[in-house]
């Protein structure tokens, strides 16, 4: 029987992560759960972690610092180096609970945490394994690849300049003929707020531009190959328009064994979370989670 609460998880910074543990029983396997750019904890995870209980593990999902209910300013900013340091604090809480095997850990990550959770799982030496859905995993590449302006991003940086930026496209129509000034430039990421907007969730429409700056700067990519003996699983889209389906699959050259990758055929980058994919995902993720424990 599954049971949850709702936690609070302290950074080596010293900020309050919210975050919510689904307990299956004592001394079993854990996955770490946190989301993407701006998504909070209550979005779509709970159902994949719900997935997971049923087949015996446990899970600690949790908000990213400066999204959600977890502590952090400025608000609404993605720094994936710093996101990256709390997923060794999650690990240290979660190993820390009666209900977890602290040999047992896995860290799951999705779009921009599946990057984050490479460069954690090349530090943690303890972790059981590693699943990386669609991660983001070379900011350099992506900036060359979207024209992101650099030296207007260097220029925002004053203490005052809180500017902030939309995250969604308005149409598919604007991301198509190029004038979207979100920071997810993808047709799917359309589908995917209304699909949020159908469900009733709370969720931000607006980042700072720092953002940006941070996210550039993120090279998971360098670190994959130290990941080993870990386990590592990364699930891809083959038409993945936002962390773009050709660096997922260079970056996984670059990592060594032991290794699975999964590509989800005619997939793009959000149809993964929900929908007719959704199930598909969930069998991949736990046939590599029994192939470990």
Excluded at 63 to 82: F, H, I, M, Q, T
Excluded at 112 to 138: D, H, T
Aim: net charge negative; with cysteine; glycine share 8%.
């Amino acid at each position: 029987m599954v049971a949850f609460r709702d936690v609070d998880i302290t950074t080596y910074d010293g900020l309050t992560l919210k975050g919510t543990f689904y307990s299956v029983g004592p001394k079993r396997p854990c996955i770490i759960m946190t989301h993407g750019f701006s998504g909070h904890r209550d979005h779509f995870l709970p159902e994949l972690a719900a997935k997971f209980n049923d087949a015996g593990y446990g899970a600690l999902v949790y908000d990213n610092r400066c999204w959600g209910e977890s502590e952090g300013l400025p608000r609404c900013e993605a720094d994936p180096v710093k996101q990256t340091r709390d997923y060794l604090d999650a690990f240290n809480f979660a190993a820390a609970l009666p209900e977890v095997d602290p040999t047992k850990i896995v860290y799951w990550g999705s779009s921009l945490s599946g990057g984050n959770a490479i460069c954690a799982a090349a530090m943690s030496k303890g972790l059981a394994g590693i699943i990386s859905q669609v991660p983001f995993v070379s900011g350099g590449s992506m900036a060359r690849i979207t024209g992101a302006p650099k030296s207007v991003l260097v220029s925002h940086r004053t203490p005052s300049s809180e500017i902030q930026i939309p995250i969604y496209p308005n149409s598919v129509e604007e991301v198509q003929d190029g004038t979207s000034k979100a920071i997810l430039k993808d047709a799917g990421a359309v589908g995917f707020a209304e699909e949020m907007t159908r469900r009733g969730y709370n969720f931000d429409k607006m980042a700072t531009l720092q953002s940006l700056t941070n996210t550039i700067m993120h090279e998971p990519t360098g670190v994959i190959h130290h990941i080993s003996p870990t386990p590592l699983l990364m699930v891809v889209a083959d038409d993945d328009e936002c962390t773009y389906t050709h660096l997922q699959l260079e970056a996984y050259e670059k990592a060594l064994h032991p290794k699975t990758l999964k590509i989800i055929k005619g997939a793009g980058h959000f149809d993964l979370y929900y929908g007719k994919r959704f199930q598909e995902v969930v069998d991949v993720q736990l046939e590599f989670l029994k192939s470990i424990f």
